[in-house]
């Protein structure tokens, strides 16, 4: 194995290493922010004030999560509960996400039904609307059904999004219909099809959706924002904004430094997990980020 890697390195050209430095220089450059955030959520009191400011800590400690714990527990709402609603909102969300996407994509691609071209059509009219175009509709159409602080506001306006269907319609345009003929052939139905042939099929598609669901959710600061008004249904992110922002922004820079850490890591995580599905389901179907 060395001795392959040795002949890999010789037969490299002078203008490949310079791509691979390149590559490096730039990755190490776009993970600056993530280290910094680690590196101040540590951070001592008398190190977040220093001039020059230091990069990297210099004594870390776990004294601003101890903080930040401590202060959302105190609070008349416990910081448990913050986690629940996130948790529970984004979990429903993912599911929902996934259900819909999957099943509208397998109507558009593999069931013959009348208009699906011009639903299809309508779909990729959606993705030209930003989210925010949108938003005094679906404040409407959420107040008027009653759902104002309600998990329901936070889920239900997520689980239908156009670049979701797209996403895994593009991908379910890779599977032969032969192999769907087959199994109507042996006697099996749709939904028996759809379950055992097409979602074990499209596992990057679905996982990549996953990942983008779960970081377009967890990270949500806007919709409880505007849905939620009772401090007991607010989500994690609008939880720690409202304590950073009543604290003091001096008095509590760590803490909030340990908040953003604290909130960002689950989604990282999740990401170097699903990452190798993540960039197959772009190059099977077609999308360029």
Same mark, same amino acid.
């Given at each position: 194995? $060395?001795?392959?890697?040795?002949?890999? +390195?010789?037969?490299?050209?002078?203008?490949?290493i310079?791509v691979?430095?390149?590559?490096?220089?730039?990755?190490?450059f /776009?993970?600056l *922010?993530?280290?910094?955030?680690?590196?101040?959520?540590?951070?001592?009191?008398?190190?977040?004030?220093?001039? #020059?400011?230091?990069?990297?800590?210099?004594?870390?400690?776990?004294?601003?999560?101890?903080?930040?714990?401590?202060?959302?527990?105190s609070?008349?709402? #416990?910081?448990?509960?913050?986690?629940?609603n996130?948790?529970?909102?984004?979990?429903s969300?993912?599911?929902?996400?996934?259900?819909?996407?999957?099943?509208?994509?397998?109507a558009?691609? &593999?069931?013959?039904?009348? =208009? &699906? !071209?011009?639903?299809?059509?309508?779909?990729?009219?959606?993705?030209?609307f930003?989210?925010?175009?949108t938003?005094?509709?679906n404040?409407?159409?959420? !107040?008027?059904?009653?759902?104002? !602080?309600?998990?329901?506001?936070? +889920?239900? #306006?997520? +689980?239908?999004?156009?670049?979701? %269907?797209?996403?895994?319609k593009?991908?379910? $345009?890779? %599977?032969?219909?032969?192999?769907?003929?087959?199994?109507r052939?042996?006697?099996? =139905?749709?939904?028996?099809?759809?379950?055992?042939i097409?979602?074990?099929?499209?596992? *990057?598609a679905?996982?990549t959706?996953?990942?983008?669901?779960?970081v377009? /959710?967890w990270?949500?600061?806007?919709?409880?924002?505007i849905?939620?008004?009772?401090?007991?249904?607010?989500?994690?992110?609008?939880?720690?904004q409202?304590?950073? =922002?009543?604290? =003091?922004?001096?008095?509590?820079s760590?803490?909030?430094?340990?908040?953003?850490?604290?909130?960002?890591?689950?989604?990282?995580?999740?990401?170097?997990?699903m990452?190798s599905?993540?960039?197959?389901?772009m190059?099977?179907?077609g999308?360029?980020?």
């Open positions: 194995m $060395e001795y392959n890697f040795r002949r890999r +390195i010789r037969n490299l050209s002078a203008g490949w310079t691979y430095i390149l590559m490096i220089l730039l990755v190490c /776009t993970s *922010p993530l280290i910094y955030m680690v590196s101040t959520a540590f951070k001592p009191f008398n190190e977040l004030f220093l001039y #020059p400011p230091k990069f990297f800590v210099q004594n870390p400690t776990s004294k601003n999560i101890r903080d930040l714990f401590s202060s959302m527990d609070s008349v709402v #416990p910081f448990s509960r913050y986690l629940f996130s948790l529970f909102s984004t979990v969300t993912i599911l929902g996400t996934v259900f819909v996407a999957s099943t509208g994509a397998y558009l691609t &593999k069931l013959n039904i009348k =208009g &699906k !071209n011009l639903i299809f059509t309508l779909i990729i009219a959606a993705l030209m930003s989210p925010q175009v938003q005094i509709p404040y409407m159409v959420v !107040n008027s059904l009653g759902m104002i !602080n309600q998990f329901s506001s936070l +889920i239900i #306006p997520k +689980i239908a999004t156009a670049y979701s %269907i797209f996403l895994m593009q991908y379910m $345009e890779q %599977i032969p219909d032969t192999i769907l003929e087959a199994s052939i042996d006697g099996a =139905g749709e939904w028996r099809i759809f379950g055992s097409i979602m074990p099929m499209v596992k *990057p679905w996982a959706l996953v990942v983008l669901t779960t377009a /959710t990270n949500d600061y806007f919709t409880p924002l849905f939620i008004q009772r401090q007991s249904m607010k989500t994690l992110p609008l939880a720690l409202s304590l950073a =922002g009543t604290a =003091g922004s001096f008095t509590r760590g803490v909030t430094a340990a908040a953003i850490f604290l909130t960002t890591l689950p989604v990282i995580m999740l990401y170097l997990s990452q599905r993540v960039i197959k389901t190059a099977f179907s999308i360029k980020s």
